[in-house]
């Protein structure tokens, strides 16, 4: 089962930020928090990645609490091209362990 | 830059009927596995493989097989097809040490009839 737990759905207007958010009350020392997107029936999309600093690229940013036990992604200008799956992935640092989905956010960005 | 390239990106298949999904990457990744999607739903991990010869089952391994002969090749076969495996099929590849991030192949769309 997936460790995370994420709304459903969310929408955002064009240009403005989008925050979405994730629960992983759960997560344990060595478990980094991944973030992928799925636009339509595209393969997924790395997003970023961060252990339990704030973390920040070209895409978006992440920001992690101080008990690490949720985190939110924003896309700081939304497009209507952000409109997509999101899915929010706790994974230990061990090499072998594989990435496991859960059902993620569908983010609908509105013109 | 290829990435990871899966063929076909379309197979219409018979019940009964054996077939191979092709995924090949050329990033020298060591870790590769397999996802099945259904209609909206999340991914769910077939097999994974940490090596050229290592394979393991994920989560929903039943009525699949894979191998592991090249670091560059992980295809996935269906020996006998059934109705239920008519679902899009995306492999992945990503380094095995580190935090990498898995790079993903843009699908099979395969339907069993």
């Known amino acids: 089962d997936a460790k995370t737990t994420q709304p459903t759905s969310m929408d955002c207007a064009e240009g403005r930020a989008a925050n979405l958010p994730c629960n992983h009350s759960?997560?344990?020392?060595?478990?980094?928090v991944y973030w992928y997107r799925q636009i339509h029936s595209q393969g997924p999309q790395y997003i970023i990645h961060?252990?339990?600093n704030n973390e920040t690229n070209e895409m978006a940013s992440l920001i992690i609490t101080e008990d690490r036990k949720s985190s939110t992604l924003i896309l700081p200008h939304a497009t209507l091209r952000d409109t997509a799956v999101y899915y929010c992935?706790?994974?230990?640092?061990?090499?072998?362990?594989?990435?496991?989905f859960g059902k993620g956010t569908r983010l609908s960005v509105i013109a | 830059n290829a990435g990871v390239t899966q063929t076909p990106k379309f197979q219409v298949l018979k019940t009964g009927q054996s077939m191979t999904l092709q995924c090949a990457q050329d990033?020298?990744?060591?870790?590769m596995s397999w996802y099945r999607q259904d209609p909206g739903m999340g991914l769910r991990l077939i097999h994974y493989?940490?090596?050229?010869?290592?394979?393991d089952q994920g989560e929903v391994p039943n009525g699949y097989n894979v191998s592991r002969s090249t670091t560059e090749d992980f295809p996935l076969r269906l020996l006998s097809a059934a109705p239920s495996q008519t679902s899009v099929y995306f492999c992945?590849?990503?380094?095995?040490?580190?935090?990498?991030?898995?790079?993903f192949g843009d699908g099979t769309r395969l339907s069993i009839l």
């Open positions: 992945a590849s990503r380094r095995l040490r580190g935090n990498q991030p898995q790079h």
């Open positions: 759960t997560i344990s020392g060595n478990e980094y």
């Open positions: 961060g252990l339990k």
């Open positions: 992935i706790v994974r230990a640092h061990s090499g072998n362990t594989p990435l496991v």
């Open positions: 990033m020298n990744h060591e870790y």
């Open positions: 493989s940490v090596g050229a010869g290592i394979t």
